[in-house]
Structure formats: structure tokens, C-alpha cells
């Protein structure tokens, strides 16, 4: 694992790239060679196209590898570091133990591709206002932008609370010196981009490019932004249109969702998309989301590095009795894989280091045979999915006092696990709960282990007012609701950006 060198004033310089490479999976195309001052109206499609793809790029570690997933995963009390005992023991300690420090490169990395993304997203939409977008193709690319702005904020208020709202293209550094923006601003932001987004993006794509934005997505998105500022009913509105849309389903089969099978299913709603031709390299978008997460062993089992794997307490103690969900998320050293007839290697700290590990990104073995990719660098990164529309419908309708609907929906993800588990009706009843508190706690369970190891556990412990009850014993106090800026950014802003409280 090769750990860049960061330039702490990138989030200064990043906004001045002007450059995008095509996505990969939707379309594929050559990366544009065009500067600002060649394009005409026909280009803003260039620009937009990029952004799928700079999620995925070289400056995208903060969205998908080990410091989104220090982040987003090893913060809860269902994933830990993992990896080897000396393998980047400081990020167990930073994450795992909640010892966060301001001068480290997972935070520099997170912060810095952040705004690198935000400035790309601020560049193409200066673009399309300066050529006046008015063509249908070119609405559609501001609605694209504007959910892209709207997710990066989205992560970006989740992890630190106040920070600099960037909402235009800079040309200087000084022009991307400003100070931090309160929570309220940065979410007023999200609404007017998602609620955008929403009226100009399309319903579908068909068959042309799939996998890309629709306004659905950004309902998806905007009513998850609304579950956590506790706003219930313009969450539930948004999750019962996308529910009346009809365009997506449960996935019959919950493994398959994450296999190569999966990816952009029927469930999906959302995907960072990577992709395997088995042509030239040219032709290949690949990267290490599955990689920084393999398990760590060797021949058949250098599967990556090891990062992200599942706790003893999610692996011992989350799931009811024969809930599929359990073998679906987890790997097993030791035991057979379940899926491709294969057998882990025993666990071993010094061979094989893990007990448990992420099976949400475990690859087909044919296909790593065919690619001669031991690390999986075609697996797409799954964001949004029905079953959280469906999951945040049934929070929203229990807390405005419909436990009718509430019912209704967290059985219907009971259901699809308990048909993955062949549909014995002894496997993952129906909820019985029969007052509001008790469904919120059935909620909060189905939501764990359905969305075990994806990235939503931590920010769900936060918003219920869970986090020191639950992680309490890990080291969380109240301050570690919000992570410290990196330390290099506030020295190089000379005072303008001011250190989050209690660091």
C-alpha cells in the first residue's frame, strides 16, 4: 500500500483543476483534452461525465478507500481497522479507540479529495452558467453537478459539522480562504442542490447509460439528509415518491446484490462504478474500494489489504438466529466462504490476521482468475439502495406515529432476508412491536445489520443519540461526534478557519 504525500493547502489548490477524464462504465469514451476556453455548450456533458468518474480516480481515496472507511466504518462498534496487528497500528488507535488526531493523513486525504471533487463540481457548473445551459442534455448536467455538490457536502457536514461552504468557482487560493459555514448554511446548500437536482435530472436512463443520476437518486439522498435533522415528514414524502416511482425492487437473492452479478440491480439506486472489460487497459476502470478491504493472506487469499473488517461483537452478537444477512456480510476464517465452494485459511495473527472479514466485497474467484486481478478492482461501490428508501419510510412514518407503515416496510426487508434464507417463516418473523419506542428499537436493529459494514452505522448511532451509550466503552465522548480539522489546512487558511471544539 503505497501512502501519498499530501500538500496540506490542497484544499486551496484543488479547485483550479480544470481537467476531467469520461466515466468508464456508462460510457465509454476517451478523457477530454479540451481546456474551458475550447468548450462550447457541447462540453459541459465532458465536464459532468468526469465527475462520475474523479469519484473513482486517483484523488478519490477520501470517497472509497481506507480513509473513507476510517471514517465512515471503523468509527462504529461493528467494523474495526483490521489488516495485521502492525499494519497501520495508528489508525486502530485514531478510529477504533476514538484518540482522533488533527495531523494525520487519513484526515488531510479525506478533506483535501473533498474539495478537490467540490472544486471540479463548482468548475462545471460555472461552465454551464457562463454558456448559458439551456439544451435538455445540458439541464440534465447541472442536475448531475448539483447532486454531486449536495453529496459531498453531505459527508463532509457528517464528519466535521461546520465547514467552508464553497459553492462557486475559485481562481486563487485566496479565493478559497474562507471560513467555516454553520451546519444550518451547509444544509441549506444540500436542499437547494438535491431539490434542483430533483427537477432536472430524468426518471430513468434505459438501456443508455446505466447507472447514472436520476431524480430519484436525489430524492433518495435529499430524504436521508432530512432523517438526520429529524425532519420526518419531508423525509417520508420523498421516500414515498420514490416508492410510488416503481422503478426499483427489493434484490430477490441479498448476497447477490454486492456480488459482480449485483451491481446495478434492481435495488440499486446509487453506484461509484468501476469495470473489467478483459480488453486492453485502455478500456479497464479500475481501482482499490475492494482492494483496501480483501482479505490478507496469501496465494488465493492476497485478496487485498485486509483492511475493514467486521467486529467480533457484529459477528457474535447483532444478528437473530439464521438470519442470512450474518453469511452474506461476513467471511469466516476457517470456514468455507459459502458461496464459491472455497475455504478460508485458518486464522492466524501472523498469516492470516483476522477472524472475520468483509464479504461485501468478496469477488468471484473465476473472474479473478480470468483478470489476473487478485484485488477485485472492478467492484463498484454501492451508495444508495432501495432498502434504505424503504428502511427510512418506516423511521420517518414511526416517528410521526404511523407504525401501521412503519410495519409494513421493516417486515418487507425482513421478508426478502428470511426468502434468502430459503423462507422459512421461523427465520426473522414479523416485527411485533406494537408501540412507537419498541418499533424505533426494531428499526435501529434492521437497519444495523442490514447496512453492516456499508458505511451508515456510526452516523446512525450519532443521530439516534446512541453513540456514548454505545460506544461509549470504545472511548467515545461527545466531542467525537465531529472529527478535528486537519490541522495543515487551518495553519495555511492564517486564521481564517478555526478548529472545531475541544481539539
Request: negative net charge; hydrophobic residues 35%.
Amino acid at each position: 500500500m503505497k501512502i501519498k504525500n499530501l500538500i496540506y493547502g490542497l484544499l486551496l489548490a484543488a479547485p483550479l483543476i480544470t481537467v476531467f477524464s469520461g466515466c468508464e462504465k456508462f460510457l465509454d469514451r476517451k478523457p477530454l483534452d479540451a481546456t474551458l476556453d475550447d468548450l462550447t455548450g457541447g462540453g459541459i456533458d465532458g465536464q459532468v461525465l468526469g465527475l462520475y468518474s474523479a469519484l473513482r480516480g486517483d484523488n478519490a481515496a477520501g470517497f472509497n478507500t481506507i480513509p473513507w472507511l476510517a471514517m465512515h466504518s471503523f468509527r462504529d462498534d461493528d467494523a474495526i481497522k483490521g489488516s495485521s496487528s502492525g499494519d497501520g497500528s495508528d489508525w486502530g488507535a485514531i478510529f477504533d479507540q476514538f484518540q482522533y488526531t488533527k495531523n494525520h493523513w487519513s484526515n488531510d486525504q479525506y478533506w483535501a479529495d473533498h474539495y478537490g471533487f467540490l472544486g471540479k463540481v463548482n468548475i462545471a457548473l460555472q461552465t454551464a452558467d457562463s454558456l448559458g445551459a439551456s439544451t435538455e442534455r445540458e439541464i440534465i448536467n447541472v442536475g448531475e453537478a448539483k447532486f454531486f455538490r449536495a453529496y459531498a457536502y453531505f459527508d463532509l457536514v457528517r464528519v466535521y459539522g461546520q465547514v467552508p461552504k464553497i459553492d462557486f468557482r475559485t481562481y486563487t487560493t485566496d479565493d478559497a480562504n474562507v471560513p467555516k459555514s454553520s451546519v444550518d448554511d451547509i444544509y441549506a446548500l444540500i436542499d437547494a442542490d438535491l431539490t434542483e437536482a430533483e427537477q432536472k435530472l430524468p426518471e430513468d436512463w434505459g438501456a443508455t447509460y446505466p447507472g447514472r443520476l436520476t431524480k430519484y437518486a436525489a430524492m433518495t439522498l435529499h430524504a436521508k439528509t432530512y432523517l438526520y435533522r429529524k425532519q420526518w415528514s419531508q423525509a417520508l414524502s420523498l421516500c414515498n415518491d420514490v416508492i410510488a416511482s416503481g422503478k426499483y425492487n427489493l434484490h430477490s437473492d441479498y448476497f447477490d446484490i454486492f456480488s459482480e452479478n449485483g451491481e446495478l440491480c434492481d435495488e440499486s439506486i446509487f453506484e461509484i462504478q468501476a469495470k473489467y472489460t478483459g480488453a486492453s487497459d485502455d478500456n479497464n476502470a479500475l481501482w482499490n474500494y475492494a482492494g483496501s478491504q480483501g482479505t490478507r493472506g496469501s496465494d488465493d487469499w492476497n485478496l487485498g489489504w485486509g483492511w475493514n473488517t467486521p467486529s467480533a461483537k457484529l459477528a457474535t452478537a447483532a444478528y437473530e438466529a439464521n438470519d442470512p444477512r450474518r453469511a452474506a456480510t461476513i467471511l469466516f476464517s476457517g470456514q468455507s466462504d459459502g458461496i464459491y465452494g472455497k475455504v478460508l485459511p485458518a486464522y492466524d495473527p501472523n498469516s492470516f490476521p483476522q477472524p472475520y472479514w468483509n464479504k461485501k466485497i468478496y469477488t468471484n474467484p473465476a473472474i479473478r482468475a480470468s483478470s489476473g486481478d487478485q484485488s477485485g478492482g472492478w467492484v463498484n461501490h454501492r451508495i444508495l439502495r432501495y432498502a434504505d428508501v424503504l428502511l427510512m419510510a418506516a423511521e420517518a412514518a414511526n416517528e410521526t406515529g404511523d407504525l401501521v407503515t412503519a410495519k409494513k416496510w421493516v417486515d418487507a426487508i425482513r421478508e426478502r432476508a428470511r426468502k434468502s434464507a430459503g423462507g422459512n417463516d421461523a427465520y426473522l418473523p414479523p416485527v411485533t412491536a406494537s408501540t412507537q419506542d419498541a418499533m424505533r428499537t426494531a428499526i435501529q436493529h434492521e437497519r444495523r445489520v442490514e447496512f453492516a459494514m456499508e458505511g451508515e452505522r456510526f452516523f446512525d448511532l450519532v443521530r439516534w443519540g446512541l453513540a456514548e451509550s454505545v460506544l461509549g466503552p470504545l472511548g467515545y465522548i461527545t466531542k467525537h461526534k465531529y472529527y478535528p480539522l486537519p490541522q495543515g489546512v487551518i495553519d495555511a487558511s492564517s486564521g481564517v478557519l478555526i478548529q472545531n471544539p475541544d481539539y
